[in-house]
């Protein structure tokens, strides 16, 4: 299985980007799909989340109420809707998922899978 990650690039303060992380197997096989990101110097950090269903979502308070995660198993994609960037957005995202349960959506060292990254730049 592997992922590819694409949407990203360079936006004002304010804008709105659409991420897309299709798969190359069935997403309905990935208990849960994740968004993480990257800045410069920084650790990589949890996005978003979205469970098998797409009913479960979850978020980092940093992005709660401007990204918007989503999914569809029919076409085997990921999507993070980003509203209202801000500069601190700034970093590489990456799509991540896993076929196995996991104890918690927001540590990477329990994702198996993992995209190429994608580049998202805000500027002020």
């Known amino acids: 299985v592997q992922l590819q990650a694409s949407g990203g690039g360079l936006v004002q303060a304010g804008g709105s980007l659409r991420l897309s992380c299709a798969a190359s197997?069935?997403?309905?096989?990935?208990?849960?799909m994740a968004w993480f990101r990257q800045a410069p110097g920084k650790e990589r950090e949890f996005v978003a989340a979205i469970s098998r269903t797409g009913v479960n979502t979850y978020y980092a308070d940093s992005v709660k109420g401007r990204f918007t995660i989503s999914r569809d198993n029919a076409k085997n994609t990921v999507y993070l809707q980003m509203n209202s960037l801000k500069p601190e957005d700034t970093a590489v995202y990456y799509c991540?998922?896993?076929?196995?349960?996991?104890?918690?959506?927001?540590?990477?060292?329990?994702?198996?899978?993992w995209g190429q990254g994608t580049q998202v730049t805000v500027s002020s």
């Open positions: 197997g069935r997403t309905s096989s990935f208990i849960v």
């Open positions: 991540a998922a896993v076929t196995r349960p996991i104890s918690t959506v927001v540590a990477d060292r329990l994702y198996d899978y």
